[in-house]
């Protein structure tokens, strides 16, 4: 099945110790999306990726990073990790950003990142 | 004018019951709205989506109302079961060429339906 993997599941780094999360998919999807959700809350949006073009929202710090190196990949950097960016974090894909029948997102399980 | 606004923050039902959950929004531009369920430890799955040129848009047993002039827009699950016992998530964006489709989300409603 077509789907958003993400690896893995589960993380434990230490305070201040760089960590990196990663997505695939098999879905051939163009827009690749990192969010962050914290306990009962929304899903924020980090930044995402279209094909190569790399699209960040105004409020992400700048303690976190992504690489696409290609379709299928996309990784989250987190360069110092804080007490504060414990979270979930949740890959999504889309085939576009726009159209209405093309932006629907699809959701990977989620990293669950523990910062000790 | 960004935001969207999701009521109740958390709701019980008998089993059968149809838990209602509701959302607002101000941004007149806003033209796709899904609903995410979310269950404890995964990723939010797309439910059902609307957009503003119908008033209602049936799957299964999960029913969106919308209400353009108002503004609004809710979810109705009916004859619910325990395993909806779930999160869900209500969402905005706007479609047109020069976005970037970004959803914005609603707080969240914890259902919990027992048996």
């Known amino acids: 099945d077509a789907m958003v993997i993400q690896n893995p599941r589960y993380q434990v780094t230490q305070f201040g110790k760089p960590v990196t999360l990663s997505c695939s998919q098999t879905?051939?999807?163009?827009?690749m999306y990192w969010y962050q959700q914290k306990s009962s809350q929304a899903p924020k949006l980090l930044f995402h990726y279209y094909d190569k073009d790399f699209n960040n929202e105004a409020d992400t710090p700048d303690n976190f990073q992504s690489r696409r190196p290609n379709t299928s990949f996309c990784f989250l950097d987190i360069r110092s990790p804080g007490l504060g960016d414990a979270a979930m974090y949740l890959c999504a894909t889309s085939r576009a950003r726009t159209g209405w029948d093309y932006n629907e997102q699809f959701f990977g399980p989620g990293t669950r990142l523990t910062v000790l | 004018q960004q935001q969207v606004k999701q009521s109740p923050q958390s709701l019980i039902v008998q089993k059968g019951g149809i838990p209602i959950i509701n959302c607002a929004y101000e941004?007149?531009?806003?033209?796709?709205f899904p609903w995410y369920q979310q269950f404890p430890g995964k990723g939010p799955a797309l439910l059902i989506a609307?957009?503003?040129?119908?008033s209602e848009k049936k799957e299964g047993r999960f029913t969106i109302s919308f209400n353009k002039s108002a503004k609004q827009f809710s979810l109705h699950i009916m004859d619910s079961q325990p395993g909806d016992s779930a999160t869900y998530f209500c969402a905005a964006s706007i479609s047109g060429s020069s976005n970037t489709g970004k959803l914005i989300f609603g707080q969240g409603t914890t259902l919990q339906v027992k048996p």
């Open positions: 609307i957009r503003p040129d119908v």
């Open positions: 879905l051939n999807h163009n827009v």
């Open positions: 941004n007149t531009a806003f033209d796709y």
